[in-house]
């Protein structure tokens, strides 16, 4: 099964894209521009200073991954391995294959969020969710644990 950039990656609509810099704000509290997600839940932003950071919404973890939105770009288009680590493109084929296919607007999310030990990026954990619900529902799933030590057991409540 053969796989597109648009199976592994999106842009956000405007709309979403200020929804998401709301919802992080207590990650990430400058102004960032949004430059690319990916299906399974990582969101690329570019910072003030010009930096690009990756926010995992499954892990509720930054990272900075280049100086530069050229140096990034340049990232994705040569090196295979980053894109695989980044983007996860062979368990997108699985997810594919197991009949999970996001329509626009959807993207992947979690049974269980890997930022807990029983949460995997596997197909068993995974399913098709709207982009705002994963981008900007589990912002707030990840400040209200955020201060919590390892290892701290947690219940989710689930409300409309």
Known sequence: ???TWRDIAFQFES???QAAAEAWSWLLPEPWTPLVCSMVGGMFVERPNKEVHWLDTGTGLVERVALSRARFEEMIRVSPDLV???FLPPLVVRLHAAG???KAGECFGFTILPVF???KFDIKNMFVV???EQFIGMAE???QINELPDGS???IKVVD
Request: cysteine-free.
């Open 1 to 3: 099964m053969s796989i």
């Open 15 to 17: 709309d979403v894209a």
């Open 84 to 86: 695989d680590e980044w």
């Open 100 to 102: 999970k296919k996001p």
């Open 117 to 119: 030990d029983e949460g």
């Open 130 to 132: 709207p982009v705002r």
């Open 141 to 143: 799933v990840h400040r």
């Open 153 to 155: 057991r947690v219940r």
